[in-house]
Nanobody
């Protein structure tokens, strides 16, 4: 079964840093797009950043200059380094990926979610 497992996150003071990881597991042939979304209480889920297989990245304006997205294709893992965290970054963060399994069926998968809290 193809799945995404998240790690990292937690509680930091405003201005601090955290790193999130998202690892894909299962019978995987290929992972194309990967990305991070977040959802704050009472708000809709929003895009944070995306990365293509060749490493091209795209960031929401709120993340530009503070967050860095990277991936290790060999390890099937994506990382989100978050610096200069602000209270408004507080949310549950979800990773998302488009994965082609060994049967060549393509799935969109979500991670389980990770709480990130930046206290003022």
């Amino acid at each position: 079964q193809v799945q995404l497992v998240q790690s990292g996150g937690g509680l930091v003071q405003a201005g601090g840093s955290l790193r999130l990881s998202c690892a894909a597991s299962g019978s995987i042939f290929r992972i194309d797009y990967m990305g991070w979304f977040r959802q704050a209480p009472g708000k809709q889920r929003e895009l944070v950043a995306t990365i293509t297989r060749d490493g091209s990245t795209n960031y929401a304006d709120s993340a530009k200059g503070r967050f860095t997205l990277s991936r290790d294709n060999a390890q099937k893992t994506m990382y989100l380094q978050m610096n200069s965290l602000k209270p408004e970054d507080t949310a549950v963060y979800y990773c998302n990926a488009l994965i082609t399994g060994s049967t060549l069926v393509t799935y969109a998968r979500w991670g389980q979610g990770t709480q990130v809290t930046a206290s003022s």
